[in-house]
């Protein structure tokens, strides 16, 4: 008896193991989305949760986009590419906020103040949290931080749509966005 329940066992584990979800059954991250393309909708897998505290004071977190689209970018004082991308996504930001489109920037691996002088100087108006240990892309399903920016999109439901790595645009995130605001939530 005993062999056969340790026999189910190991075929249990070994079964759980090949599956694409997270421990609690929900996203994990395996390779980036390609540039203007979204997860289709019957493969995606829910956000782990997280809290972030505000740059501002505050705090943020996945209960708070519930019903909404959401873009969580990943972003430095000290990258490069961000000083970039930034000033695009708050364009961006401005023309859908009003759609139930929610974008929240986290700061990661950087110094508050650094932080603080980045979103001042680029005039930045999507909330923005400060994650100084880099944890949010792992409780949100192991997102690898090789390289910043990267970007994580959420669809209304808090299933991750897209994990795309590097500098994006206006013009790669507009029709995502669409579509996922689009989308009806199940």
Not at 86 to 103: G, I
Request: hydrophobic share 40%; with cysteine.
């Amino acid at each position: 008896m005993k062999r056969a329940v340790l026999a189910l066992l190991t075929v249990l584990l070994a079964v759980s193991a090949c599956t694409s979800a997270g421990s609690n059954g929900g996203f994990e991250f395996t390779s980036p989305t390609d540039r203007g393309k979204l997860i289709p909708k019957a493969d995606r897998k829910p956000a782990g949760t997280f809290t972030g505290d505000l740059l501002d004071g505050g705090t943020v977190g996945t209960t708070d986009l519930n019903g909404k689209v959401a873009l969580l970018n990943f972003w430095a004082s000290w990258c490069e590419p961000c000083k970039v991308e930034s000033p695009q996504l708050d364009l961006l930001y401005r023309r859908v906020k009003s759609k139930d489109v929610e974008f929240i920037g986290i700061d990661t691996k950087d110094a508050k103040s650094n932080a603080r002088a980045f979103v001042d100087a680029y005039h930045l108006s999507y909330p923005m949290v400060f994650d100084e240990n880099g944890e949010i892309a792992i409780r949100l399903g192991d997102i690898p931080a090789r390289g910043l920016p990267f970007t994580v999109l959420l669809d209304k439901s808090g299933d991750v749509a897209a994990v795309y790595f590097g500098e994006l645009t206006t013009k790669d995130l507009q029709g995502p966005i669409d579509t996922l605001n689009a989308e009806r939530q199940p």
